[in-house]
Nanobody, 117 residues
């Protein structure tokens, strides 16, 4: 079974930084795309950042210049470095993986809470 386990969420003051991690296991994609999503209470889940097998990142406009997505293939781990955090960044953050093509299976982590005050 595929497992994505997020960690690193915490409570932090506005302007502070956090680094989220997502440890991935059990998947067999030879090509994969991974991403971070987030969802605040009463709000829709939204995409935050995406990285493909070539290491090419993309970001939501709301986090450009503040967040950086990266991965360590040797550790099978995805990261999200979050700087200059704002209260609007408060949400449950979820790790995501699929096979980079329409119709591929997609999997989600359980989430890690980020609270900015």
């Amino acid at each position: 079974q595929v497992q994505l386990v997020e960690s690193g969420g915490n409570s932090v003051q506005a302007g502070g930084s956090l680094r989220l991690s997502c440890a991935a296991s059990g998947y067999t994609y030879n090509r994969n795309c991974m991403a971070w999503f987030r969802q605040a209470p009463g709000k829709e889940r939204e995409g935050v950042a995406t990285i493909d097998t070539d290491g090419s990142p993309s970001y939501a406009n709301s986090v450009k210049g503040r967040f950086a997505i990266s991965k360590d293939n040797a550790k099978n781990t995805l990261y999200l470095q979050m700087n200059s955090l704002k209260r609007e960044d408060t949400a449950m953050y979820y790790c995501f993986i699929d096979g980079c093509e329409s119709g591929s299976l997609a999997f989600w982590g359980q989430g890690t809470q980020v609270t900015v005050s």
